[in-house]
């Protein structure tokens, strides 16, 4: 996997007009645009950008006569870090996650009362009270959206 050689490395962004927002999180005006991938050698999406790889696919599949529309669906994931640490020099690199809800977290002192509630690991998708700590967060952030 991976991209290009660092021989042949250099790619540039198209911006997609279609794809701007002003992102609401921001307190000063930030317009968020999503890019494609482009090629300088031939000028086309590189063939291992996901977007030129989902437009190829969808592509093929009409002039295949197989069909005329593809889904691609993502799995999103979302996490809330409490903090991260990261560390990278000549000779090592590291990486430390502090999470009030992760799953290695049941012995840590927090602010209020550690209750012990905490997901197994791999126990965290789609939890509910009191092993889900972020629900108020995650509905501020929705109703900023909705909003």
């Known amino acids: ?6 021989q042949a490395s250099d790619m540039q962004l198209r911006p997609d007009a279609s794809t701007a ?13 999503t890019c494609d991938v482009i090629d300088p050698a031939d000028g086309q999406g590189y063939d291992r950008d996901p977007r030129s790889i989902a437009r190829r696919a969808e592509a093929y599949l009409k002039s295949s006569g197989i069909g005329d529309t593809a889904y691609f669906g993502p799995e999103p994931e979302f996490f809330v870090f ?6 990278t020099d000549m000779h090592k690199t590291r990486y430390e ?3 009030e809800s992760g799953a290695w977290a049941s012995g840590l002192h927090m602010d209020g009362q550690n209750t012990g509630h905490r997901p197994a690991v791999k126990g965290g998708y789609a939890p509910v009270a009191p092993i889900d700590c972020g ?11 909705e909003g």
Do not use: C, H
């Open 1 to 6: 996997g991976g991209w290009k050689g660092i």
């Open 21 to 33: 927002f002003v992102d609401p999180f921001y307190d000063d005006v930030t317009v968020v645009i």
């Open 82 to 87: 409490d903090g991260v640490e990261f560390e």
């Open 97 to 99: 996650i502090t999470s």
């Open 135 to 145: 629900q108020d967060l995650r509905s501020a952030m929705v109703n900023i959206l």
